[in-house]
Protein backbone atom coordinates (compact mmCIF):
# COMPACT_ATOMS: atom_id res chain seq x y z
CA UNK A 1 0.00 0.00 0.00
CA UNK A 2 1.08 3.84 -0.29
CA UNK A 3 2.57 5.21 2.38
CA UNK A 4 1.62 8.78 3.95
CA UNK A 5 4.49 10.01 6.42
CA UNK A 6 3.50 13.04 8.43
CA UNK A 7 5.39 15.18 10.46
CA UNK A 8 6.07 16.33 13.11
CA UNK A 9 3.80 13.82 14.75
CA UNK A 10 3.35 16.32 17.49
CA UNK A 11 3.50 19.98 16.99
CA UNK A 12 3.75 22.19 20.00
CA UNK A 13 2.33 26.16 19.27
CA UNK A 14 0.78 29.00 20.51
CA UNK A 15 -2.05 31.11 19.78
CA UNK A 16 -1.23 33.44 17.13
CA UNK A 17 1.73 31.43 15.81
CA UNK A 18 2.23 29.97 11.93
CA UNK A 19 2.24 26.31 11.68
CA UNK A 20 3.37 23.80 8.89
CA UNK A 21 2.79 20.28 8.71
CA UNK A 22 4.42 18.38 5.85
CA UNK A 23 2.87 14.85 4.13
CA UNK A 24 4.96 12.68 2.55
CA UNK A 25 3.77 10.19 -0.12
CA UNK A 26 5.58 7.00 -0.64
CA UNK A 27 4.92 7.33 -4.66
CA UNK A 28 3.56 10.28 -6.37
CA UNK A 29 -0.22 10.65 -5.73
CA UNK A 30 0.06 13.88 -8.01
CA UNK A 31 -2.53 16.41 -6.33
CA UNK A 32 -5.07 13.70 -5.11
CA UNK A 33 -4.44 15.21 -1.58
CA UNK A 34 -6.91 15.96 1.32
CA UNK A 35 -6.47 17.38 4.22
CA UNK A 36 -8.93 16.90 7.33
CA UNK A 37 -9.13 18.20 11.28
CA UNK A 38 -10.40 15.68 14.22
CA UNK A 39 -11.00 16.76 17.35
CA UNK A 40 -11.45 14.50 20.78
CA UNK A 41 -14.79 12.04 20.22
CA UNK A 42 -15.55 13.92 16.84
CA UNK A 43 -15.52 13.28 13.08
CA UNK A 44 -13.18 14.41 10.82
CA UNK A 45 -13.62 17.40 9.05
CA UNK A 46 -12.45 18.26 5.20
CA UNK A 47 -10.34 21.11 4.88
CA UNK A 48 -8.53 21.23 2.01
CA UNK A 49 -8.65 18.71 -1.15
CA UNK A 50 -6.89 18.39 -4.58
CA UNK A 51 -3.69 19.55 -2.40
CA UNK A 52 -4.69 23.30 -2.44
CA UNK A 53 -8.39 23.68 -2.43
CA UNK A 54 -10.10 25.19 0.84
CA UNK A 55 -13.19 23.42 1.18
CA UNK A 56 -16.55 26.02 1.41
CA UNK A 57 -16.73 27.43 5.12
CA UNK A 58 -13.02 26.51 6.08
CA UNK A 59 -11.19 29.58 7.03
CA UNK A 60 -8.86 31.24 5.34
CA UNK A 61 -6.04 30.83 7.62
CA UNK A 62 -5.79 27.07 6.11
CA UNK A 63 -3.93 26.54 3.05
CA UNK A 64 -2.45 23.88 1.28
CA UNK A 65 -0.04 22.99 -1.08
CA UNK A 66 2.34 20.79 -3.28
CA UNK A 67 2.72 17.83 -5.43
CA UNK A 68 3.53 15.02 -6.25
CA UNK A 69 5.30 13.12 -3.30
CA UNK A 70 5.18 16.23 -1.18
CA UNK A 71 2.27 18.27 0.62
CA UNK A 72 2.23 20.92 3.10
CA UNK A 73 -0.50 22.18 5.33
CA UNK A 74 -0.15 25.75 6.70
CA UNK A 75 -2.09 27.21 9.29
CA UNK A 76 -1.10 31.03 10.16
CA UNK A 77 -1.93 33.24 12.80
CA UNK A 78 -3.11 29.87 15.00
CA UNK A 79 -6.66 30.00 17.03
CA UNK A 80 -7.76 28.03 19.91
CA UNK A 81 -10.43 26.23 17.69
CA UNK A 82 -7.40 24.74 15.91
CA UNK A 83 -5.63 22.48 18.40
CA UNK A 84 -6.86 19.52 17.04
CA UNK A 85 -5.58 16.83 15.01
CA UNK A 86 -4.76 16.76 11.27
CA UNK A 87 -4.51 14.23 8.72
CA UNK A 88 -3.38 13.74 5.25
CA UNK A 89 -5.46 11.01 3.17
CA UNK A 90 -4.17 10.34 -0.12
CA UNK A 91 -7.39 9.45 -3.07
CA UNK A 92 -4.75 8.61 -5.90
CA UNK A 93 -3.94 4.64 -5.54
CA UNK A 94 -6.17 2.07 -4.35
CA UNK A 95 -6.25 1.54 -1.19
CA UNK A 96 -6.69 5.23 -0.39
CA UNK A 97 -4.61 5.76 2.63
CA UNK A 98 -4.42 8.42 5.89
CA UNK A 99 -1.08 9.68 7.22
CA UNK A 100 -0.73 8.56 10.82
CA UNK A 101 -1.52 12.32 11.90
CA UNK A 102 -0.04 15.56 13.57
CA UNK A 103 -1.38 16.78 16.98
CA UNK A 104 -1.17 20.13 17.05
CA UNK A 105 -1.63 21.19 21.11
CA UNK A 106 -0.71 24.29 22.62
CA UNK B 1 -25.76 17.24 4.27
CA UNK B 2 -26.65 14.93 7.22
CA UNK B 3 -25.06 11.17 7.86
CA UNK B 4 -26.81 9.72 10.85
CA UNK B 5 -25.21 6.27 12.02
CA UNK B 6 -26.67 4.13 14.72
CA UNK B 7 -25.16 2.39 17.09
CA UNK B 8 -22.74 1.61 19.32
CA UNK B 9 -22.63 -1.94 19.49
CA UNK B 10 -21.06 -5.17 21.31
CA UNK B 11 -20.62 -7.77 19.47
CA UNK B 12 -18.72 -11.46 20.06
CA UNK B 13 -15.75 -12.65 18.43
CA UNK B 14 -16.54 -14.25 15.21
CA UNK B 15 -19.66 -12.14 15.04
CA UNK B 16 -20.95 -9.72 11.83
CA UNK B 17 -22.16 -6.36 12.30
CA UNK B 18 -23.96 -4.22 9.92
CA UNK B 19 -23.65 -0.07 10.06
CA UNK B 20 -26.31 1.80 8.71
CA UNK B 21 -25.74 5.54 7.59
CA UNK B 22 -28.56 7.35 6.64
CA UNK B 23 -28.29 10.33 4.85
CA UNK B 24 -30.38 13.70 4.05
CA UNK B 25 -29.86 16.82 2.61
CA UNK B 26 -28.46 16.16 -0.75
CA UNK B 27 -29.30 14.07 -3.77
CA UNK B 28 -28.38 10.99 -2.50
CA UNK B 29 -27.46 8.73 -6.03
CA UNK B 30 -24.56 11.79 -7.42
CA UNK B 31 -22.23 10.54 -4.57
CA UNK B 32 -20.87 7.81 -3.47
CA UNK B 33 -19.70 6.47 0.17
CA UNK B 34 -16.50 5.64 1.65
CA UNK B 35 -16.50 3.71 5.28
CA UNK B 36 -13.35 4.82 7.96
CA UNK B 37 -12.65 3.48 10.81
CA UNK B 38 -10.65 4.57 14.31
CA UNK B 39 -8.85 1.69 16.50
CA UNK B 40 -9.00 3.56 20.27
CA UNK B 41 -6.18 5.98 20.16
CA UNK B 42 -5.23 5.47 16.89
CA UNK B 43 -5.62 6.98 13.56
CA UNK B 44 -7.63 6.44 10.21
CA UNK B 45 -8.08 3.51 7.98
CA UNK B 46 -9.89 3.28 5.18
CA UNK B 47 -11.81 0.16 4.33
CA UNK B 48 -13.53 0.71 0.96
CA UNK B 49 -16.16 2.89 -0.83
CA UNK B 50 -19.59 2.47 -3.02
CA UNK B 51 -21.52 4.57 -5.45
CA UNK B 52 -24.61 5.19 -4.42
CA UNK B 53 -25.49 5.87 -8.33
CA UNK B 54 -24.72 2.08 -9.51
CA UNK B 55 -23.16 0.08 -6.76
CA UNK B 56 -19.68 -0.16 -7.99
CA UNK B 57 -17.65 -0.80 -4.65
CA UNK B 58 -14.31 -1.17 -4.24
CA UNK B 59 -12.69 -2.68 -0.94
CA UNK B 60 -9.43 -2.48 0.78
CA UNK B 61 -7.71 -6.12 0.08
CA UNK B 62 -7.16 -6.38 3.78
CA UNK B 63 -11.43 -6.43 4.08
CA UNK B 64 -11.81 -8.01 0.72
CA UNK B 65 -12.78 -11.08 2.10
CA UNK B 66 -15.30 -9.75 4.92
CA UNK B 67 -16.79 -6.76 3.98
CA UNK B 68 -19.93 -5.64 1.97
CA UNK B 69 -21.24 -2.42 1.51
CA UNK B 70 -24.46 -1.80 0.00
CA UNK B 71 -27.14 1.34 -0.20
CA UNK B 72 -30.41 1.65 -0.38
CA UNK B 73 -32.23 4.64 -2.71
CA UNK B 74 -35.36 4.21 -1.23
CA UNK B 75 -34.28 5.09 2.25
CA UNK B 76 -31.21 7.10 1.31
CA UNK B 77 -29.30 5.04 3.46
CA UNK B 78 -25.82 3.55 3.51
CA UNK B 79 -25.03 0.24 4.83
CA UNK B 80 -21.86 -1.60 5.39
CA UNK B 81 -21.51 -5.25 7.10
CA UNK B 82 -18.12 -6.59 8.49
CA UNK B 83 -17.96 -10.26 9.53
CA UNK B 84 -15.97 -12.94 11.26
CA UNK B 85 -14.82 -10.04 13.66
CA UNK B 86 -11.91 -10.14 15.72
CA UNK B 87 -10.64 -8.25 18.62
CA UNK B 88 -8.46 -5.61 16.76
CA UNK B 89 -12.11 -4.74 14.56
CA UNK B 90 -13.10 -2.82 17.83
CA UNK B 91 -13.03 0.55 16.55
CA UNK B 92 -15.27 3.55 15.79
CA UNK B 93 -16.61 3.20 12.38
CA UNK B 94 -17.72 6.25 10.32
CA UNK B 95 -19.43 6.79 7.01
CA UNK B 96 -18.70 9.60 4.67
CA UNK B 97 -20.23 11.45 1.62
CA UNK B 98 -17.43 10.66 -0.94
CA UNK B 99 -17.37 12.79 -4.02
CA UNK B 100 -16.78 10.19 -6.25
CA UNK B 101 -19.86 9.00 -7.72
CA UNK B 102 -19.55 6.63 -10.49
CA UNK B 103 -16.31 4.32 -11.03
CA UNK B 104 -14.18 5.69 -7.87
CA UNK B 105 -13.83 6.98 -4.98
CA UNK B 106 -12.90 10.45 -3.98
CA UNK B 107 -12.64 12.86 -1.19
CA UNK B 108 -14.71 12.86 1.79
CA UNK B 109 -16.89 16.19 2.32
CA UNK B 110 -19.35 15.22 5.15
CA UNK B 111 -18.63 12.12 7.51
CA UNK B 112 -21.30 10.62 10.11
CA UNK B 113 -20.68 10.78 13.66
CA UNK B 114 -19.56 7.64 14.06
CA UNK B 115 -20.22 3.86 15.32
CA UNK B 116 -18.25 2.24 18.62
CA UNK B 117 -18.07 -1.21 17.42
CA UNK B 118 -17.01 -3.28 20.41
CA UNK B 119 -16.06 -7.41 19.98
CA UNK B 120 -15.53 -9.24 22.75
CA UNK B 121 -14.71 -12.60 24.09
Known amino acids: DLQMTQSPSILSASVGDNVTITCRAS??????LAWYQQKPGKAPKLLIY???NLEIGVPSRFSGSGSGTEFTLAISSLQPDDFATYYC?????????FGQGTKVEI | VQLVQSGPDVKKFGASVKVSCKAS????????FSWVRQAPGQGLEWIGWISAYNGYTYYAQKFQDRVSMTTDTSTTTAYMELRSLKSDDTAVYYCARDLGSLSHSSYLDYWGQGYLVTVSS
Open chain 1, 27 to 32: QSVTIL
Open chain 1, 50 to 52: RAS
Open chain 2, 25 to 32: GYAFTNYG
Open chain 1, 89 to 97: QQYNTYPYT
